[in-house]
């Protein structure tokens, strides 16, 4: 079997492309996106009409959902197998999810509960994946150099989003920045249900729009939905980044921190900022060898679980996260991982596995063989293949 997988540098690729070679599946890889991020629509077409028509493929595969992909496939008359791993997404309100092509695969409930009904049996809810085999590989071939390099007692892998939260732009009246600071910070106490949209109307999301300069406007061929702009892509990640923020000064006022960020640290003096790591090198030693791993889970991340909560299990290690809804779902809290739902039940839990290693470690370690025999790429994407090839009934 053979299929092609349209790249755009993802971190997730490399692990799914892996997965799929176990598999015994023939891989075409296009990765004109990676160095190219200018190109247009047009010109991918161009590029990819030809070889998906003419290729023989029996899908075709994403990271996200490129809407001029699942328009040629359509044509072809071939699957499309996209894999949400972000939110938000925006082109999942192109027309084109509802392509009969498509089989798009959501890790978030609530996109799924948003989307689904644009493509009935063709849009799934699924969680998320590691590839414990690479990083089990690199962990076991670290040397003690770099376990020491990377040692730390608590850990954060990230952007604080200041310098990508596009909320810095909006040039509000007074009003309307008072109603939506009230919106943030209520969001900021509640953790597990995320409410910003209920509380955005549409004529304060076109006002919204209107006074942020350079604001995201919906395509032709695009369902409008303001509201849901508005609320994911500009004020919940406010939210993120006011959270990150402050959940990581006062961490770092109490504690030995490490952020691994490319983003301005220098409203927290106390936090060791140790730059970009990479992700398939360092990362996974950075999870094995912190006493505490941190994830705070992006808000536009309304109910599922983020990547990062498998990249931490997966290389066994300790993780504390903020609660999300779904966890229960897939983790058992305090034999898997452990969840906070205040900052200052973070610090009390901080302060609480930092002094008990052993339990830190039978954590880690019944989190990881969660993932190992549940949560792999390997697991997964088998999943994906059985739900989008159904086997007919006789």
């Not at 598999?23 to 890889?29: C, F, R, T």
């Not at 190219?36 to 028509?53: G, M, N, T, W």
């Not at 994403?62 to 001029?68: A, D, G, L, R």
């Not at 909560?309 to 779904?326: H, K, M, P, R, S």
Request: glycine share 4%; net charge negative; with cysteine.
């Amino acid at each position: 079997m053979k299929i092609y997988i349209y790249r755009y540098g993802s971190i997730c690729e490399p692990d799914v492309i892996e997965s799929f070679k176990r598999m015994g599946l023939s891989v075409d890889e296009e990765t004109m996106e990676i160095t190219r991020k200018d190109l247009s629509p047009a010109e991918c077409v161009q590029r990819v009409s030809p070889k998906i028509i003419d290729g023989g493929y029996s899908f075709v595969f994403t990271i996200n959902f490129f809407p001029w992909l699942s328009d040629v496939c359509r044509i072809a008359n071939v699957v499309y197998i996209s894999l949400i791993v972000d939110s938000p997404v925006l082109e999942l309100y192109s027309n084109s999810i509802s392509n009969p092509c498509n089989r798009i695969f959501l890790f978030d409930k609530e996109l799924y509960n948003e989307f689904h009904r644009y493509n009935p049996g063709h849009i799934f809810h699924i969680p998320l994946a590691a590839n414990t085999q690479r990083t089990d590989m690199v962990i076991a071939n670290a040397t003690e150099e770099q376990k020491s390099h990377f040692a730390g007692d608590i850990s954060f892998i990230g952007s604080t989003y200041q310098e990508k939260c596009p909320f810095n732009r909006a040039k509000l009246n007074e009003f309307d920045r008072g109603y939506i600071d009230g919106i943030i910070e209520s969001q900021l106490k509640v953790y597990g249900y995320n409410f910003v949209e209920e509380l955005v109307s549409d004529d304060l999301a076109e006002r919204f729009l209107e006074c942020t300069p350079g604001s995201y406007r919906f395509p032709e061929g695009y369902r409008k939905n303001n509201k849901a702009l508005v609320s994911q892509l500009y004020i919940s990640v406010k939210v993120a980044e006011q959270e990150r923020l402050r959940v990581l000064k006062k961490l770092s006022d109490s504690f030995n921190v490490d952020i691994y960020t490319g983003s301005d640290t220098s409203s927290m003096p106390h936090i060791h900022n140790r730059g970009f790591a990479k992700s398939l090198t360092d990362m996974p030693i950075i999870f094995n060898q912190s006493k505490i791993n941190l994830n705070i889970t992006a808000k536009s991340i309304r109910s599922g679980l983020s990547l990062r909560i498998f990249d931490v299990l997966g290389c066994e290690g300790f993780l504390i996260t903020n609660y999300q809804a779904e966890i229960p779902e897939f983790f058992q809290i305090g034999k898997d991982l452990v969840t906070y739902e205040s900052t200052d039940n973070l610090v009390e839990l901080c302060d609480y596995y930092l002094k008990h290693e052993d339990e830190r470690r039978e954590i880690a370690h019944h989190g990881y063989e969660t993932v190992k025999k549940y949560h792999t790429y390997d697991t997964r994407l088998l999943q994906i293949i059985d739900l989008s090839f159904p086997a007919k009934s006789s």
